[in-house]
């Protein structure tokens, strides 16, 4: 008989789960709360061990294709002076590619066409997980997870880290990813397809409260007199107006799970692991979550095994890139006094240390 699976959230993490499942033969359903899918987004970085798993789907070259390889990354202080570089051609040979940086609805839209049409049923709301009737269950709803409090209570629910993010792309070409630290905020540069590039600006900030004039006059209050890169990036957001600038506060999970799964329910993503995006890891990590899921239900056949094997395999090193990217956060956005320690210490990092693929 056909096992039967039903995915919570069409999001990276739930539309690759189920991918991976229905090449192994599942009957897979996916429920996104969302009237279709976006057609705008920020870019994801894609690292090496993302992108293998998406190889073990078929998907990885065409990802490759639709993407844009970081030529370079590099961190700077706000003056343009250089902290240090991140040794792509070192991850390259460690780890066999490089760093591709991809649109979010590219993705998905990839991850969707994977699938037969009407697995994916937009517009459907899961309240209620502990009563379904499936083989298993998959949360993949994200940072507000009704799975996961309804599993492990309000403990576990999203934190706010003090710090803001601003986001979204212009039209000029950039080949590398550059990352500039200054007073208590840092703004970044990334490539993307199209001879675009996506941008990001993070500050301390009053939670869900709008900035007082105006976004572009926040954006131009903490960066206007940094850098020309920088500036340039204002300069084109001066042209195109409030509605080119996208903002959202950035969370992470107040206290870690003790578990990944409760019976025959399993997290994935934001749902398990929310972290800030300050490793830029997020995706990554929901990506090799629903393969190694998949794995898991694939290769034994008691559904129980396969989720102690799932979170034996994905919750240690998740919650360890959760702590580490809550770590940069509170050193980029330090007080400006320690400033110097903070730029000294990424560069002895970037110099000896050698980043996750």
């Known amino acids: 008989m056909q096992r039967r699976a039903i995915v919570i959230g069409g999001g990276v993490g739930g539309l690759t789960t ?8 599942w009957n897979v359903e996916v429920h996104e709360r969302a009237s279709g899918p976006p057609d705008t987004g920020s870019s994801l970085g894609l690292w090496p061990g993302a992108l293998r798993a998406l190889d073990g789907l078929g998907l990885a070259d065409s990802t490759r294709r639709a993407a844009r ?16 570089d991140v040794d792509m051609a070192a991850l390259q040979r460690r ?3 490089r760093v591709h940086v991809v649109a979010r609805p590219v993705l998905l839209r990839a991850l969707t066409d994977a699938l037969d049409e009407g697995i994916v049923r937009y517009g459907s709301r899961i309240t209620d997980v502990q009563h379904l009737d499936h083989d298993v269950v998959i949360a ?22 003090g710090v803001t993010a601003w986001h979204g792309t212009v039209g000029f070409d950039t080949d590398g990813m550059t990352e500039t630290w200054g007073r208590r905020a840092r703004f970044g540069v990334i490539p993307r397809a ?34 020309p890169g ?6 084109h957001l001066a042209e195109a107006g409030e ?3 996208g903002r959202n506060d950035l969370y992470d999970l107040s206290t870690p799970l003790p578990h990944y799964t409760s019976g025959r329910i399993a997290l994935i993503g934001d749902a398990a692991h929310a972290m800030t995006p300050d490793l830029g890891r997020g995706a990554c990590e929901a990506i090799v979550d629903g393969v190694t899921l998949a794995r898991a239900l694939t290769t034994h056949a008691d559904v129980q095994d396969a989720l102690t094997v799932y979170d034996t395999i994905r919750r240690r090193p ?11 956060n509170r050193v980029v956005h330090t007080p400006r006094r320690v400033t110097r320690v903070r730029d000294a210490a990424m560069k002895l990092f970037l110099a000896v240390g050698r980043p996750p693929a």
């Open 318 to 328: 998740t919650q360890r890139l959760a702590r580490a990217a809550r770590l940069m």
């Open 243 to 245: 509605a080119a600038i």
């Open 194 to 227: 199209g001879g675009l590039t996506h941008w990001f600006a993070c500050a301390p900030a009053a939670e869900l409260e709008p900035s007082p004039g105006g976004e572009l006059a926040a954006l131009q209050g903490w960066f206007g007199d940094w850098h």
């Open 95 to 97: 780890s066999g590619d």
């Open 69 to 84: 390889p970081a030529a370079y990354g590099t961190f700077v202080r706000a003056d343009g002076t250089r902290i240090g």
């Open 230 to 235: 920088v500036r340039r990036v204002l300069d």
């Open 18 to 25: 189920a991918v991976a499942l229905r090449a192994a033969g």
């Open 140 to 161: 993949a709803d994200g940072l507000r997870s009704r799975a996961r409090t309804a599993l492990f209570g309000d403990a576990h629910g999203p934190r706010y880290s």
